[in-house]
């Protein structure tokens, strides 16, 4: 039986790290995976049936709370952007000069990443440097920059990485100590590939000029004589109140005690509520794209039924042994859990970081490693930050090469190696804090 699930585990694997190969978006052969697994699990095993239906019960509970918090979060993400939110932010990026325009993406991209998430930011600085950098050539290096940012600034925020945020409702981690005790590894690895490129990349560059517009990371279509006018006073509002209802989560459910889907979930109903209120007077087929309702169409679906595929499919690994099995055999062989940390973040460069931190979850218990134990924190720290070393190892690089068309091969050229400097150099700086 083991085999059998590894091999469809496996399968299932290639074919989400070859999707542009393949022309098949990963969402599918995620939930084809994650059906079979425990479909082959409950018709091998010895178990009743009722016991396998428990197991189930009780990983789709954990797997759920992740894709509502998730769900939420986007809802958030795209109702500021539907207002122009984030106009705030683009309107005060005035500069020609590479070198500098590098820095404000580097840096901006890191801590919007971490109020946000790094998939949601890199589709938003994507947009902005399409605006600001006319040639694509020129453009590419600077989003490679900005995978790298999404990903270290991801890290260290429980609401900025899917696998940062796994780890916290998991209760793994918890968010005042993963920001105290990560926030400087995922600085250093942004900043030491952001100082070697400085060096690399001279003189200014060619702005697109034209019309400065809000973006759209789903935009809006609209009938040709149909104009929606959205107030500075709206905009601002939208985007005040939704940066508060993402950074409200953690100290909802350090006072709460609640899982975070429903800090999010309570932010969302209530931005739901202010939008309905300050759009009362429009009519509906001006309300409906700003409103929640227009927005949830523009959810990304897929990537949230892709998280339920590969979460389930996990847990049926957890569920037969397999992943305790894999714990035992990487500590005969290895032993020391730093090296298999980092490891497990290189790893995450070739395939997907969520399952490998969902891997991580069902191999070590918190009766062994408690919350905020240094394996959690190292784990959270390398799986958020390993992936940026190949464009297909994390959500954000998978976005950017969508929206730009980036070359594997190009990245693995231009980006890989400032990446993996990064990498190390905050691990080892992670390694020294702990030391000390």
């Known amino acids: 039986m083991e085999i059998i699930l590894i091999t469809i585990f496996c399968l299932g694997y290639l074919a989400i790290v070859f999707e542009h190969n393949i022309h098949v978006n990963k969402a599918a052969p995620a939930l ?17 049936a009722t016991e396998v239906h ?16 998730l769900i939420g979060a986007m809802t958030i993400v795209e109702l500021i952007d539907a207002h122009e939110g984030f106009d705030v932010i683009t309107k005060r990026i005035n500069t020609n000069n590479k070198s500098k325009l590098l820095w404000i ?11 946000l998430d790094n998939l949601t930011t890199t589709i938003v ?83 697109p000029g034209g019309d400065q517009v809000g973006f759209h990371s789903s935009p809006i279509k609209f009938k040709p004589s149909q104009i929606i006018y959205i107030s500075k006073f709206e905009k601002r509002l939208v985007f005040l109140c939704g940066i508060g209802a993402l950074v409200f989560v953690p100290f909802f459910k350090t006072i709460t005690h609640l899982p975070p889907f429903m800090g999010i979930l309570l932010g969302l109903g209530l931005l739901w509520l202010l939008t309905e209120i300050i759009h009362k007077d429009k009519n509906d087929e001006i309300k409906n794209p700003i409103s929640v309702i227009g927005v949830l169409k523009r959810v990304d679906v897929p990537s949230v039924l892709f998280f339920f595929g590969i979460l389930v499919a996990i847990s049926s690994l957890q569920a037969t042994g397999i992943l305790k099995h ?79 068309r980036i070359n594997f091969l190009w990245y693995v050229k231009n980006i890989s190696w400032l990446a993996l400097i990064g990498y190390i150099s905050g691990a080892l700086v992670y390694l020294l804090q702990v030391s000390l």
């Open 32 to 48: 084809i995976t994650g059906i079979l697994c425990w479909t082959f699990y409950i018709m091998m095993t010895d178990k009743p």
């Open 54 to 69: 428990g197991e189930l019960h009780e990983y789709i509970a954990e797997v759920a709370s992740v894709l509502f918090f």
């Open 105 to 115: 993406c580097a840096i901006l991209t890191f801590f919007l990443s971490a109020l």
């Open 125 to 207: 600085m994507v947009s902005i440097l399409r605006k600001l950098i006319k040639k694509r050539k020129n453009r590419l290096f600077f989003i490679g920059m900005v995978i790298i940012s999404a990903n270290a600034g991801g890290a260290w925020s429980p609401i900025g990485d899917v696998t940062t945020t796994m780890l916290w409702i998991g209760g793994q981690i918890s968010s005042n100590n993963i920001v105290s005790t990560l926030i400087l590894p995922s600085l250093v690895c942004m900043l030491v590939p952001l100082i070697i490129s400085t060096f690399l990349i001279k003189g200014d560059f060619e702005s």
């Open 326 to 404: 894999l714990a035992v055999y990487l500590d005969e062989s290895i032993g020391d859990l730093q090296v298999i940390s980092l490891l497990l973040g290189l790893l995450s460069a070739i395939v997907d970081n969520v399952p490998l931190v969902a891997a991580s979850m069902g191999m070590y218990d918190l009766a062994e490693f408690p919350m905020d134990h240094e394996l959690w924190e190292f784990i959270a720290y390398c799986a958020g930050t390993g992936g940026s070393a190949l464009i297909i190892g994390s959500a954000s690089g998978v976005a950017a090469m969508g929206m730009e």
